[in-house]
Nanobody, 128 residues
Framework: QVQVEESGGGSVPAGGSLRLSCAIS????????LGWFRQAPGKEREGVATIDSDGNTHYADSVKGRFTISKDNAKNTLYLQMNSLKTEDTAMYYC??????????????????????RGQGTQVTVSS
């Protein structure tokens, strides 16, 4: 059974921190690419961070130095630690996964719409 389920969203003031978690079924977790993307109302879907099976990571320029993607292999869980949050980070955040080894994590950062599996999303709201 395929499972991708996010948690950890919420409302924080600018400058605050949040950690998003994503439980992923083993059949996906052991595959090739995991990541986070976000979408704000009226805006295009944006890749936030991705990580491949070797632990290589990619980040959007807008979040570099503030967000960290990581995974816990023992728990089949993906994380996104978000620090120094800005109002422009407000969006629905989605966890995503894909099994296709011929597509790199860098590709999915640019084309998050092509992820084969995603969760229902968790809302992050940053207030000024």
């Amino acid at each position: 059974q395929v499972q991708v389920e996010e948690s950890g969203g919420g409302s924080v003031p600018a400058g605050g921190s949040l950690r998003l978690s994503c439980a992923i079924s083993e059949s996906l977790y052991s595959r090739y690419c995991l990541g986070w993307f976000r979408q704000a109302p009226g805006k295009e879907r944006e890749g936030v961070a991705t990580i491949d099976s070797d632990g290589n990571t990619h980040y959007a320029d807008s979040v570099k130095g503030r967000f960290t993607i990581s995974k816990d292999n023992a728990k089949n869980t993906l994380y996104l630690q978000m620090n120094s949050l800005k109002t422009e980070d407000t969006a629905m955040y989605y966890c995503a996964a894909d099994r296709r080894s011929y597509l790199s994590s860098a590709y999915f950062l640019v084309w998050p719409r092509d992820f084969g599996y995603r969760g229902q999303g968790t809302q992050v709201t940053v207030s000024s």
